[in-house]
């Protein structure tokens, strides 16, 4: 009897040692993401679940928000910007795993008209500025999220922005800037070209020009503060053809 004690005794200790590293391994991992990532990373999570793994935890937001958080200390396992700069900003602070930065997807910047409104805008000039001579344009802010940015600086490059700037109307992120224009309080917004596929009742009005800003490019990289063992796999399934044919699926196009 005491021999079995003093057997249970130390296997408890040893589970006792063990139990953080296999609490860790099994813990799913916390992803922050765009907001624009909502339905292809879901897609994605949702297969790796049937794969047998815990479900990761998506976290969408605007990637302004979501680089802060990771640099205020969030325990997230993996970030999913929709620009280079808030990444960027984060890898300046030394908060990102060496080695897993890497680009995931890629997209285009369209505007979109609510019912009822001219199907086709021509995005030089102050074409669009006359166009919201009675209306808005919303759009996500463009001094901090990235749509936002990208809008900007298209319009800017195109001679529109001037004309254009006093009738923006500043969203939280880019599903938020597409929400108004479905819900009827601008008529024209600019969003990504994913966005627009989930709003059959808008139509596409204007597709900026590719050199009108910079490259939209998504790229995904693992966090320090991360504490899933599980997240350096979920990173690598993202990044293969699986993952990506999932994103594809979704009307994200490659890198």
């Avoid at 799913?28 to 794969?51: G, H, I, N, T």
């Avoid at 700069?85 to 995931?104: F, H, I, Q, S, Y």
Wanted: with cysteine; charged share 20%.
């Amino acid at each position: 009897m005491e021999v079995c004690l003093r057997l249970l005794a130390a296997l408890l200790l040893l589970f006792s040692f063990a139990s953080p590293a296999a609490a860790a391994a099994q813990r799913a991992p916390l992803v922050l993401a765009a907001a624009s990532m909502q339905e292809a990373l879901s897609a994605a999570a949702d297969e790796w679940a049937k794969q047998g793994h815990g479900r990761p935890v998506l976290s969408f937001a605007a990637s302004s928000a979501l680089a802060r958080q990771a640099a205020a200390g969030a325990p997230a396992d993996l970030f999913l910007s929709a620009d280079q700069e808030w990444m960027d900003d984060l890898e300046k602070r030394g908060l990102l795993v060496a080695g897993t930065r890497a680009d995931l997807v890629g997209n285009r910047l369209v505007v979109v008209a609510a019912p009822g409104q001219q199907a086709v805008v021509a995005l030089r000039g102050k074409a669009l500025g006359q166009r919201l001579a009675k209306g808005r344009l919303a759009m996500a802010d463009p001094d901090a999220v990235p749509a936002g940015r990208y809008g900007k600086a298209a319009l800017g490059r195109l001679g529109a922005w001037d004309t254009v700037a006093p009738r923006v109307i500043r969203a939280e992120n880019v599903r938020a800037a597409l929400a108004l224009v479905q819900r009827g309080a601008a008529p024209y917004g600019i969003v990504y070209g994913t966005d627009a596929r989930l709003a059959p009742e808008l139509r596409v009005a204007g597709v900026f020009p590719p050199k009108s800003h910079a490259p939209i490019v998504y790229p995904l990289a693992r966090l320090k503060s991360g504490r899933s063992g599980e997240a350096e796999q979920f990173r690598r399934f993202l990044l293969s053809d699986r993952g990506r044919q999932i994103m594809r699926r979704f009307g994200f196009t490659n890198p």
